[in-house]
């Protein structure tokens, strides 16, 4: 039985299971905190740690390898601007998307304000962090200097992603450029980090459908569909905003510049969309985007681990689609409009936001606080969406990684794939 089957009936062990418990005891039973407390929280959070322990030597190491093995600047200058230029007009294109259909059906409008006083009156002390956590969020100048570490094992241990990957691509840039055997065998020695990263994360990766049970078990027999229902029109355009983007957007985009059909698309690509799902983490689902990039989507490996792990953090269209819809959606319950020059603002910090938003699990809160905070929006609002955010969050994911390996089937296009690389490499040593 393939991986994604097993995850996707685990998936409907836990989704049905949980129901059931919900619907038996509402929610609140003695067992049932023991049980999420001892048992189902505890399992899925091991996998999840278990995956993240390994993911940032992963990304090290593929980032590094798949820049060394362009073979030249000019490579990696083409293929650099071809992903950018993908990231920023696709994740356009999913902001727009969102803030349309916010501002034609208006969610935010429709919620009881007795039911949302409660909502907010649960979530107090949580939303207390998520803001003091958004005002630490370096903006500027700041942030951009922050890209570049002074200490990148602070930056390591830290789990500063993008730090991280500009020393990557430091290192593979002077992997290329410095022509000698010693640096061939350092690049040897980092392939080496790679596949025993990989090796490691196939070990773990077996446990995933008992974590997907877990995971998706702890959230329906907590919430059920109660708080979706209450949340609906909120819950229905965020939904209707990311379908359109994924059953919409990706396949012509894989259809038009990647001349490889929607329909084998999406089934090469559907291990790593359960995995997205379930885990809500794309830094976590990496390892099984590159590996259905390689086995699945036949993409050369050179280019599909500079893409996808470039994609892991800054190309996230789901991300900036949610944040876009969320502050939208916050501006309208508490009765403020938003200008054209606000939304327009709105959307271009989304579009930023979901290049440097952390792939983990809910990692957009806090950039969604502070663009509530810049717009004039109260930050506290999003203690209305936190109950439904791990559904979002992980439909969302969902969408980035789906987006991550469509953006490596459009630039793998026109590349000569790793065979031919290698031959020319050869010749010009």
Known sequence: MK??????????????????????????????????????????????????????????????????????????????????????????IAVVIGVVLVNLFRPGGNIDPAVASDLLAQASSRTGSIIASSSEQPGGMQMLLGIVPSNVFAAASGNDVLAVMFFALMVGIGIVLTDKPVARHFKATIEGLFEVSMTLIDLVIRLAPYAVACLVFNLAALFGWGLILTLAGYVGVALLAMALHMFVVYPLAVWLFGKLGPLRFFRGVQEAMVMAFSTASSNATLPTALKVAKEDLKLPPRVSRFVLTIGATANQNGTALFEGVTVLFLAQFFGIELSLLQQLTVMLVCILGGIGTAGVPAGSLPVIALICAMVGVPPEGIGLILGVDRLLDMCRTTLNVTGDLAAAVVVSRGEPDDAATDVALAANR
């Open 3 to 92: 991986l994604h089957t097993k995850m996707g009936i685990g998936f409907a062990v836990g989704l049905v299971s949980g129901l059931i418990v919900h619907a038996v005891t509402g929610g609140d039973a003695p067992w049932l905190d023991w049980l999420t407390a001892w048992i189902t929280v505890p399992a899925g959070q091991l996998f999840l740690r278990l995956l993240f322990m390994l993911v940032l030597p992963l990304l090290f190491s593929a980032l590094v390898v798949g820049i060394a093995e362009m073979g030249s600047m000019r490579a990696l200058g083409r293929i650099g601007w071809k992903t950018l230029a993908y990231t920023v007009v696709v994740s356009s």
